[in-house]
């Protein structure tokens, strides 16, 4: 027992699942933003820095997520498309929601 240390190491490029869960976290950033800020008066201007901030924060998740599990060309791929996949997913969400008073 003495030669064995008493914490697992984990192996070479294994990541956490908290990681990626955070990672997810800041994907669905851009909506909660959206939510928030839905009763700003300056439509135009808020839907400009909205769609800035769902590009940019789509585009890091999709990276982080993405970091070091795959080779260079695959992992670029994959990135892309989840950065697609998040950006349409935040965009939906917040149509959907803004669309809902307009069912009742």
Known sequence: MSSESETPESPE??????RKVVWLFVALMPSAVAL????????AGLLRRLIIINAAFSLVAAVGL????????????????????????????VVAVACAPMLH
């Open 66 to 93: 993405v970091w070091g599990i795959m080779e260079p060309v695959g992992g670029f791929f994959l990135a892309f498309f989840l950065c697609c996949f998040f950006f349409i997913l935040n965009v939906t969400v």
């Open 13 to 18: 490029g294994k990541r956490h699942p908290l």
């Open 36 to 43: 928030y800020s839905k009763t700003d008066s300056d439509l």
